[in-house]
């Protein structure tokens, strides 16, 4: 039997998140609003549902699927949709924090906030983050002299498990534990409600990897992402 986490985005997005799809989504290939996201997901890799998955990456461009890593969902090609990178990521999983240092002041991040978040998140590339991506949250947020300067939120959210999503922190604020208190506010509030947080990382990025490490989580599977044109 899979594990829900196998394949996050068809499970969120047929359930938790159905809410954020495409109106021509359907049983057979689902595709998150183009402003909220980037991903699209069918249930299988049969040949009808590739069709239906390529007809949405080509109605609403800018697509990217997530799936696991050498399952019969990864590197897909879908007729008439080029392929412009297959990336290597990690599936990190977290059940309890580490001991960490003191709380954070920050705030809960509002629409208000929209272009500053989008601007942040464009200036760090966090991953993926469009200008209603906010929605998925909620995202909290430290600033300094009123602007923006870290962010951290949730994204998917699948039976069982929310994901840590959108942390970043402006290149003149590193070092100050930003990101560290952004996200163990955002795990903990996960925790608190019986879940377990879950999160997607660059393979490449050694010291991202051993960041979340620090905070609690660990390794749980390999994953692609893959970027579609």
Avoid at 102 to 129: H, I, N, R
Wanted: hydrophobic share 45%; proline share 6%; with cysteine.
């Amino acid at each position: 039997m899979s594990h829900p986490l196998d394949r996050a985005v068809w499970n969120a997005l047929t359930t938790r998140l159905s809410g954020f799809v495409t109106t021509d989504s359907d049983a057979r290939a689902v595709r998150i609003d183009p402003e909220v996201g980037i991903f699209v997901s069918g249930p299988d890799a049969e040949s009808e549902t590739l069709r239906a998955m390529a007809n949405l990456a080509l109605l609403h461009p800018g697509a990217g699927m997530v799936e696991l890593t050498g399952s019969p969902m990864d590197a897909l090609d879908l007729p008439g949709v080029e392929v412009v990178n297959r990336v290597p990521l990690v599936q990190m999983m977290c059940s309890a924090l580490t001991a960490g240092g003191p709380d954070l002041a920050f705030e809960v991040l509002t629409e208000g906030d929209a272009p500053e978040m989008l601007a942040l998140a464009l200036l760090t590339k966090p991953g993926p983050f469009r200008s209603r991506t906010r929605e998925l949250g909620p995202f909290i947020g430290v600033k300094s002299d009123g602007r923006l300067v870290a962010m951290a939120g949730r994204r998917m959210r699948v039976d069982g498990f929310t994901e840590l999503s959108g942390v970043c922190t402006h290149p003149d604020h590193r070092g100050k534990g930003y990101a560290a208190g952004l996200s163990r506010a955002v795990v903990g509030e996960i925790l608190a409600t019986g879940e377990g947080a879950f999160l997607h990382a660059f393979a490449e990025h050694d010291a991202t990897i051993a960041f979340y490490r620090s905070l609690g989580f660990e390794v749980r599977a390999p994953m692609t992402y893959t970027i579609l044109r």
